[in-house]
């Protein structure tokens, strides 16, 4: 593909239904990345997949959130009970393995929980 | 711990003037350092990056950033704004941490270029 896709571009949930986001990062990259996006916080790190090594979880935020990345390519987001304050852009990032430099960025999807 | 800070959330510039956008880092070795640009409703494109070679980099769309070692600094400049510059910058410092090339953003500086 072209770039890295990401869906759905808009999702809006209630509190404490369960919401899937999906990445799907350029063909032939390895490493995948996911952000949130908060209004005012900056992009804080989520996630991070490098082939077929132990993910790097350290930025997951609590237990609700987990994320798998099937065949090394595409990778879903799933936040279980949401909240309100999951409420963010969530950002999904790919790139030529872990020494590369520049990361390729979806256009995201805005979660909103009400 | 490796960060970045980005000094003004927002700033402002007429048309044609200089943009300068600061991003100070802390890191206890040479880092690799970043700036990113984020258009309404898209995601990040890499502006420029600096990856010790050369401490004065050229990006695109005429930006450029010096890393600046004495004052631990990176901040991004264009000599003369364009409204199609008006969007929001990341700085961004990477390292390796526990065998993972961790990424760190800093909080985005929204730059508003008036007519």
């Known amino acids: 593909g072209a770039g890295v896709s990401q869906s759905p571009s808009n999702k809006v949930t209630e509190k404490g239904k369960d919401v899937e986001l999906r990445c799907d990062p350029i063909s032939g990259h390895t490493a995948l990345y996911w952000y949130r996006q908060s209004l005012g916080q900056g992009l804080e790190f989520l996630i991070y997949?490098?082939?077929?090594?132990?993910?790097?979880k350290s930025g997951l935020p609590s237990d609700r959130f987990s994320a798998e990345r099937t065949g090394g390519s595409v990778s879903t987001l799933t936040i279980q009970r949401t909240q309100q304050e999951d409420s963010a852009v969530y950002l999904c990032?790919?790139?030529f393995g872990q020494g590369a430099l520049e990361q390729y960025f979806g256009p995201g999807t805005r979660l909103t929980v009400t | 711990a490796q960060s970045v800070t980005q000094l003004g959330s927002h700033v402002s510039v007429s048309e044609g003037a200089l943009v300068l956008l600061r991003c100070n880092y802390s890191s206890s070795v040479p880092p690799y350092l970043f700036w990113y640009v984020q258009y309404p409703n898209q995601g990040l494109q890499l502006l420029l990056k600096?990856?010790?070679?050369?401490?004065l980099v050229k990006g695109i769309n005429g930006f450029e950033a010096e890393f600046k070692k004495s004052e631990t600094s990176f901040h991004l400049t264009k000599p003369s704004a364009h409204m199609s510059d008006a969007a929001e910058y990341f700085c961004a410092v990477r390292k390796n941490s526990g065998g993972y090339q961790k990424v760190t953003f800093g909080i985005g500086t929204k730059l508003q270029v008036i007519p």
């Open positions: 600096y990856t010790s070679a050369a401490t």
């Open positions: 990032a790919s790139s």
């Open positions: 997949f490098q082939g077929n090594s132990a993910p790097d």
